[in-house]
């Protein structure tokens, strides 16, 4: 039976959300956009990321806010979404003001999903600017959206034994406090309602779903093998009012949430990436928004698997 957690990451205000995506080729994009004077950060955890427009958000560099941060699927293929929007959100007169202009500040995540239907079907400019025009501030879509369009989980064992994924969202409120968060979930591990106790997606094999760290023994040393085909992704947002510096701290923390639902996590083959966005609304302390994000990230990827369910 369904049990979705509650919530969506647009509960926050001030961030509209869209997604575009090809079901039939197996790829898609999502797309964040917060309203100016946001605070932006990332923390990568994976060793097999995909990036774009991610050092400027290290706490020591200059810029705080972005326009947009775009999570996709195409592997290396989608970092163009970031530029095929470019030129859309100049004419819309949104950038860093660099005193001749405006620079759009489009950070960017992607993950591996080429080997998932078609793998030459990846996020073109047409999908990148549909998810743009589709971004509202009430999004509540989950599972076969965006970039979980060609997400997979539990491949350690091949992509014959692996479980179809999605994205998810989920918020917690605390208060005037609220904490989102949206994942998509293309993992080589397995994923896990970790509140609940309840492993939802490992590797079928006869006929019965198995523990990938309970045969562990048995693919280590197929590891030299495994592509970089991996990678789950996700963003922490909330109302609370922080610097890069304590934003980079919940991000870290929200890393918690993906070892508690995935398992093996942030491996060789995983480009696992987490991104922050404050709306700068209230005040909050950074230990209590940073647990909560662990937890509300938990459960994002629980929902990526429940949203799936009939």
């Known amino acids: 039976m369904t049990r979705l957690y509650q919530g969506f990451l647009t509960d926050v205000g001030g961030i509209r959300l869209g997604h575009a995506q090809d079901n039939i080729g197996g790829t898609g994009l999502s797309i964040i956009i917060p309203d100016a004077n946001n605070t932006a950060a990332v923390e990568v ?19 705080s806010s972005v326009n947009a941060i775009i999570l996709s699927g195409g592997s290396a293929y989608g970092l163009s979404a970031a530029s095929d929007l470019m030129e859309v959100f100049e004419k819309d007169g949104l950038g860093f003001d660099v ?24 996020p073109s400019k047409k ?29 350690a064992f091949g992509m014959a034994y692996a479980k179809k994924s999605g994205l998810g969202q989920a ?11 949206i994942a998509i979930v293309n993992a080589l591990g397995d994923v896990f309602d970790s509140e609940r106790a309840i492993q939802l997606a490992g590797p079928i094999i006869g006929g019965k779903m198995v523990k990938t760290m309970d045969h562990i023994d048995k693919i280590g040393k197929n590891f030299a093998d495994l592509e970089a085909k991996n990678t789950s992704l996700g963003l922490i947002a909330t109302n609370a009012t922080f610097d890069k510096t304590r934003l980079t701290k ?7 949430g993906f070892a508690r639902a995935i398992n093996p996590v942030h491996t060789m083959f995983d480009g ?11 005040k909050a302390d950074v230990t209590i928004v940073g647990a909560l994000g662990a ?6 990827i629980a929902n990526a698997i429940y949203s799936l369910e009939k």
């Not at 990436?273 to 609304?281: A, D, L, V």
């Open 99 to 122: 005193g001749v202009g405006r620079v759009p500040i489009l950070s960017q995540a992607v993950l591996f999903d080429l080997a998932y239907k078609d793998p030459l079907a990846r």
């Open 272 to 282: 696992d990436s987490i991104f922050g966005i404050s709306t700068n609304k209230i």
């Open 171 to 181: 918020s917690i409120r605390l208060g005037e406090l609220v904490v989102s968060a």
């Open 127 to 155: 999908m990148a600017i549909e998810a743009y025009k589709n971004a509202s501030y009430d999004n509540k879509e989950m599972g076969l959206v965006g970039a979980g369009a060609g997400a997979t989980c539990a491949k």
């Open 295 to 300: 937890k509300v990230m938990a459960r994002a």
């Open 250 to 256: 919940i991000c870290q923390m929200g890393h918690d």
């Open 45 to 63: 955890r994976g060793s097999a990321p995909g990036t774009r427009e991610t050092d400027l958000l290290n706490p020591i560099n200059q810029v």
